[in-house]
C-alpha cells in the first residue's frame, strides 16, 4: 500500500480473498481479453481491444522511458476521449497511479493536488470547451512533466510517447515490473466536505470488486453499448459499472463529446446502445428532448440515475420515455447502492437500491453513534470489501470520518426498507450537491471572505428543480457590497471551478447565530428556499 494510504487490517483483507471478492486481478487486465471485439466508439473511430491493449502498453512503456515509475502519481485532466482511455490503462499497466482531476478544475484545485500527492507528471489537453490547458499547466509547480494531448507548445506531446512495440501488451516484455493487486490503483476525489478534496486510494482489488459488482448488477453483457455522456474521470462513469465495468463484460463503450442530445442521440441510435448514466438535471433534459427527437432511442434498457437526490416524479418521466431507470446512490469512497433492473417500476422510481454485496456492512445511527430502530433514518455509515478505511495523508479528518472500527461515516441521512432498500432523506454534511458536482461550503466561504468586500459569508443550498440545489452566498459587506459578477471573476481569478461559483448573492447587515454562537445555516436554508 502506498505511503500515507490506510490499509485494510490483514485478516479482513484475507477473508475478502478467500469469499472471491478479492480475485487478485489488476484493472490493466480489462482490456486483454476479448481480441478483436469492439472495444471504444468515439466520434470519426473505433478500436478494439486487441488494439487498446496494444496502445496501452506501448505508452506504458513511453511514459516510463520518461521516468515514471510504479507508485509514481500523474495528475490525469483529460475530457472523454480516447487518449484519456488509453493513458488511464498505460498508468495501470506501468503501475503509476493516475489522480483523476475533472475537467472543469483549475489553479485552485490542480495546485492542491499536485502539492498533495507530490505528482511526477500533468497530462492535459490542449484546449477544451475553449480553456487553453497549457496556461493552467504554466502555472502549476511541482510535477516534473507535462504530457499534453494535441499540441504541446514546450510541453511533451502524448502522441510521441506511444514508444513500445506493436504487440509489447502480448509479449509481456514491457521492461518493468506489473503492479500488485493490492496496490494502489487509482486516486479518486472525495465531494470535498471539509475544504479541498481529499484524495481517495482504490486499489486494483477492490476497485476490481467493485467493477463486477455493478456490472453484473446492470446484467451488462458483451452485446452491451454504454453511452458515456458524464466525465469518465467521475467514479460514476468509470466504474459504476460505467467505462470500466463495460470493457470488464467485453462490451463497447461510446465516447460523446457533450452530453447533450444533439450529441448523444444520433450515438445511441447509430451504436444502439443499451445503457448510460445520467445525472438528475441531464436525465430531464433528455426526458424533454426524447419528446421531439427524430432518433431512435429505442435500443436503451438501462438509464442510471444518480449523483443527486432523484424524485420519484422525474425517475417515471425518465422510465417512460428513455429506458428502465436504475436509481444509483453511492460514493467514490465505496459504497454502491443500486436496484437491481428487474425490480418493480414503482420501486425503482421510490428508492436508491440496495448495497451490491451481501458483505456491505450498513450502520444506521443517531447523533450519539447508537444504531437507531429497523425504518427510522439516521447518518448512514459503511463499511465493506470496496469502501476505503482512510484517505491519503489526511489523519485529522480520517479521524472523523471514519469510526475506531473502520466504518466511514457518509455523512447522508438514510433509512432502509424491510426489502432492504436504501432510501436517502437528506445530509448531515455541509455540502451543496448541485446537478452532481459537490460543492463544499467552507470552500466557497474561504474564496468570499478572501474578498476585500466581503466580511463574513455564509454558503447554503436552495432547492432547484433542474440541478437539485443551487448555491446562495449571503455575505456581510465590507463597504460597497459586490455584485455576483464581480465574485465571479474574483474567484475564478483565484483558480476557482465555475461550478463552486455561487449562484446567487444576498447581502445582509449580519449573519443569524445559534444560541452557542455558530452560523444559523438552518436558518440561511429556510429563507433561501
Known amino acids: ?12 483483507a484475507q477473508r475478502y480473498r478467500e469469499l472471491g471478492l478479492w480475485t487478485g486481478r489488476t484493472l490493466d487486465t480489462l482490456v486483454r481479453s476479448h481480441g478483436e471485439r469492439t472495444a471504444l466508439v468515439w466520434d470519426g473511430g473505433r478500436r478494439t481491444y486487441r488494439d487498446l491493449a496494444d496502445r496501452a502498453a506501448r505508452l506504458a512503456v513511453g511514459l516510463h522511458g520518461l521516468g515514471i515509475r510504479r507508485g509514481d502519481r500523474v495528475i490525469v485532466q483529460l475530457p472523454n476521449t480516447p487518449e484519456l482511455i488509453d493513458t488511464l490503462f498505460a498508468l495501470f499497466t506501468l503501475g503509476a497511479v493516475p489522480v483523476l482531476a475533472l475537467p472543469p478544475h483549475r489553479h485552485d484545485e490542480i495546485g492542491h493536488l499536485a502539492a498533495h500527492t507530490e505528482a511526477v507528471a500533468y497530462i492535459v489537453p490542449d484546449a477544451h470547451q475553449g480553456f487553453d490547458h497549457r496556461e493552467l499547466a504554466r502555472r502549476i ?31 509481456g516484455e514491457l521492461g518493468f ?33 467493485n467493477i463486477r459488482l455493478s456490472a453484473a448488477n446492470a446484467r451488462l453483457t458483451p452485446d452491451d453499448a454504454y453511452l458515456a455522456a458524464l466525465p469518465v474521470a467521475h467514479n460514476y462513469a468509470l466504474g459504476c459499472p460505467g467505462v470500466l465495468g463495460t470493457l470488464y463484460a467485453g462490451g463497447r463503450v461510446v465516447l460523446t463529446r457533450t452530453p447533450s442530445p ?39 434498457r438501462l438509464v442510471q440515475l444518480g449523483g443527486a437526490a432523484v424524485s420519484p416524479e422525474l425517475a417515471r418521466a425518465v422510465g417512460e420515455r428513455l429506458g428502465r431507470v436504475q436509481q444509483s446512490y453511492g460514493m467514490a469512497e465505496g459504497l454502491l447502492s443500486q436496484s437491481p433492473p428487474d425490480d418493480p417500476p414503482e420501486l425503482l422510481a421510490t428508492v436508491q437500491g440496495r448495497p451490491l454485496s451481501e458483505h456491505d456492512e450498513i450502520r444506521i445511527v443517531d447523533e450519539s453513534g447508537a444504531d437507531v430502530p429497523a425504518g427510522h433514518s439516521g447518518e448512514l455509515l459503511v463499511r465493506g470489501p470496496y469502501t476505503i478505511r482512510g484517505y491519503f495523508r489526511a489523519e485529522e479528518h480520517n479521524a472523523r470520518s471514519f469510526t475506531s472500527d473502520g466504518f466511514f461515516r457518509t455523512g447522508d441521512l438514510a433509512r432502509r426498507t424491510e426489502t432492504g432498500h436504501l432510501v436517502i432523506c437528506g445530509r448531515v454534511k455541509d455540502v451543496i450537491n448541485r446537478g452532481g458536482d459537490k460543492v463544499p461550503a467552507d470552500e466557497v466561504e474561504e474564496h468570499l471572505l478572501a474578498h476585500p468586500g466581503v466580511r463574513a459569508a455564509a454558503v447554503v443550498p436552495v432547492p432547484d428543480p433542474y440541478l437539485g440545489e443551487r448555491t446562495c452566498a449571503y455575505i456581510v459587506a465590507d463597504g460597497q457590497p459586490p455584485t455576483l459578477a464581480e465574485i465571479g471573476a474574483f474567484m475564478r481569478e483565484r483558480g476557482a471551478a465555475d461550478y463552486k461559483i455561487p449562484d446567487r448573492v444576498v447581502t445582509v447587515p449580519s449573519l443569524p447565530l445559534t444560541p452557542v454562537g455558530k452560523i444559523d445555516k438552518a436558518r440561511l436554508r429556510n429563507e433561501a428556499s
Not at 500500500?1 to 479482513?12: I, N, S
Open 177 to 209: 515490473e506489473p503492479p500488485e493487486p493490492g496496490d494502489v490503483a487509482l486516486f479518486l476525489l472525495s465531494g470535498g466536505t471539509t475544504g479541498r478534496s481529499k484524495l481517495i486510494p482504490r486499489t486494483h482489488d477492490d476497485y476490481l470488486c
Open 262 to 300: 444533439d450529441d448523444a442521440f444520433p450515438l445511441i441510435e447509430s451504436e444502439r446502445v443499451t445503457v448510460t448514466g445520467l445525472v438528475p438535471s441531464l436525465a430531464l433534459l433528455w426526458a424533454e428532448a426524447a419528446g421531439w427527437s427524430p432518433h431512435d432511442l429505442s435500443s436503451l
Open 141 to 171: 509547480s511541482g510535477p516534473k512533466h507535462v504530457i499534453v494531448a494535441g499540441e504541446p507548445a514546450e510541453f511533451t506531446s502524448l502522441a510521441s510517447l506511444y514508444a513500445g512495440p506493436p504487440g509489447s501488451a502480448e509479449t
Open 1 to 12: 500500500m502506498t505511503p500515507g494510504c490506510v490499509p485494510w487490517p490483514a485478516e479482513t
